[in-house]
């Protein structure tokens, strides 16, 4: 099954407003391509997106991905889905040289709703999620290439939405920013201490300079009872959140966002 949920702009071209995660009934015929994230045991959340396939001679069928505005941010649970990867094998991470994908760029790799898992452990998928209603019986998610593309980099507050997910706002727009492993730069002298709580490893600019993990960050935004302005390095189109400077001195896109 598949569910709708209300969260306008999910994805990280930054938009009007991240809206309130409520359910709502999909009609159940919609193929939908974005990227997954795993929100949970067996469940996973996608911003739809526009997909357009990319042909290079010599080269395996590619999609660019661009997010739709205002689109509803859907939930599936992929208990029972035909998971379709680019991999010669379902356990790989990446795939080695050899892509496995049809005349169309899906995936061809038959594989269980644990390697789709394991796939969203190590980020988000690039996909595009086939309903039993169309699919003729069980949902089918086809892993997909996607072409390379820059992060983007910017100042703003972020306000923990869960352990691995972030709202990234400047001014009056805000974004939903997943991670699974990330780089956390702090001032502070170290990487236990609530945030902005010193200046010890604050380097030019008043960026921090001390090298903490995924771990770190989660912990300290879980303290933080209001949101904490900070830089960070994202992708736009995947809303992946690469990584993360404390900042000891207060910058205008904060300001204006609290």
């Not at 009609?27 to 994230?37: E, H, M, P, R």
């Not at 994908?101 to 390697?115: F, I, N, Q």
């Not at 089918?140 to 939405?161: C, F, M």
Request: glycine share 8%; proline share 7%; with cysteine.
């Amino acid at each position: 099954m598949f569910r709708l949920l209300s969260t306008a702009c999910a994805t990280l071209t930054l938009c009007a407003t991240v809206l309130p995660v409520s359910s709502a009934s999909a009609a159940t015929s919609d193929v939908v391509y974005g990227y997954a994230w795993s929100d949970g045991p067996s469940t996973l959340r996608v911003a739809p997106a526009k997909a357009k396939i990319k042909r290079v001679k010599g080269v395996a069928p590619q999609h660019e991905l661009t997010p739709i505005a205002r689109a509803l941010e859907r939930q599936i649970d992929y208990t029972d889905v035909d998971f379709r990867r680019v991999t010669a094998k379902c356990d790989l991470k990446e795939t080695e040289g050899v892509a496995k994908v049809d005349r169309d760029g899906l995936g061809t790799t038959p594989c269980k709703a644990a390697d789709l898992a394991f796939a969203l452990e190590l980020g988000p998928v690039p996909v595009r999620f086939t309903p039993p209603a169309t699919a003729g019986g069980r949902p089918v998610i086809h892993e997909l290439l996607t072409p390379p593309r820059d992060q983007k980099s910017a100042y703003g507050t972020l306000k923990r939405h869960n352990n691995t997910t972030v709202i990234f706002q400047r001014g009056k727009s805000s974004a939903k920013l997943g991670y699974t492993i990330v780089t956390f730069n702090r001032t502070t002298k170290g990487c236990a201490d609530a945030w902005a709580a010193g200046t010890r490893n604050a380097g030019p600019g008043g960026l921090g300079t001390k090298l903490c993990d995924t771990r770190a960050l989660t912990k300290t935004l879980k303290r933080s009872t209001a949101p904490v302005c900070a830089k960070v390095d994202y992708d736009p189109v995947s809303g992946q959140l690469f990584q993360i400077w404390e900042t000891s001195r207060t910058k205008p896109a904060c300001r204006t966002s609290r």
